[in-house]
T-cell receptor, first 116, second 112 residues
Framework: GAVVSQHPSRVICKSGTSVKIECRSL??????MFWYRQFPKQSLMLMAT?????????EQGVEKDKFLINHASLTLSTLTVTSAHPEDSSFYIC????????????FGPGTRLTVT | KNQVEQSPQSLIILEGKNCTLQ??????????LRWYKQDTGRGPVSLTI?????NTKSNGRYTATLDADTKQSSLHITASQLSDSASYIC???????????FGTGTRLTVIP
């Protein structure tokens, strides 16, 4: 149980274009989903937290207009990187939990974004 | 400042040998500590969770310890296998918040 999937697993896009990454909880309802970014040889950095049906809460330094997060249902959240630039190239990982606070986060397999 | 530090940064061991990874934290108030295994290009997978009252917990060849007084945890891997090659990340949760504090990980390479 508690499986989280991401799609796509890898994406290459040209600078200036937008790319959407999906995160799905396959066997449970995720009230809260989290989006992380991980640069090479670094640990995960939380970008934003989203609760189903409400606006995402972004961490300091993360541009909400650049990284659009939609959590329209209890099993799906999307992250759209708008007007992508090479410095946005990174490994994006989502996690999902049945609630906030002390509930366990289940991580997805990640999406490798390369912006050329 | 809430921080999680791991050592060593990287480690190479021979297949079949044991190893111990360290995690020191300053996160307060403390809720729990998890060790995750992250294969290259994959998301983290939970190995163990330690709460304040737990000192030792095992999951197969993985044994985690926690000393809440000194704010230290270790992950011991017994009889390493090639498939153990991965990054091991220590993550500490703060009580009453969504906040997770991630260590930078230890990159373990097991060689034949």
């Amino acid at each position: 149980g508690a499986v989280v999937s991401q799609h796509p697993s890898r994406v290459i896009c040209k600078s200036g274009t937008s790319v959407k990454i999906e995160c799905r909880s396959l066997d449970f309802q995720a009230t809260t989903m989290f989006w992380y970014r991980q640069f090479p040889k670094q640990s995960l950095m939380l970008m934003a937290t989203s609760n189903e049906g409400s606006k995402a809460t972004y961490e300091q330094g993360v541009e909400k207009d650049k990284f659009l997060i939609n959590h329209a249902s209890l099993t799906l959240s999307t992250l759209t990187v708008t007007s992508a630039h090479p410095e946005d190239s990174s490994f994006y990982i989502c996690s999902a939990s049945v609630g906030g606070g002390a509930y366990e986060q289940y991580f997805g397999p990640g999406t490798r974004l390369t912006v050329t | 400042k809430n921080q999680v530090e791991q050592s060593p940064q990287s480690l190479i061991i021979l297949e079949g040998k044991n190893c111990t990874l360290q995690c020191n934290y300053t996160v307060s108030p403390f809720s729990n500590l998890r060790w995750y295994k992250q294969d290259t290009g994959r998301g983290p997978v939970s190995l163990t969770i330690m709460t304040f009252s737990e000192n030792t917990k095992s999951n197969g060849r993985y044994t985690a310890t926690l000393d809440a007084d000194t704010k230290q945890s270790s992950l011991h891997i017994t009889a390493s296998q090639l498939s153990d090659s991965a990054s091991y990340i220590c993550v500490v949760r703060q009580t009453g918040a969504n906040n997770l504090f991630f260590g930078t990980g230890t990159r373990l390479t097991v060689i034949p």
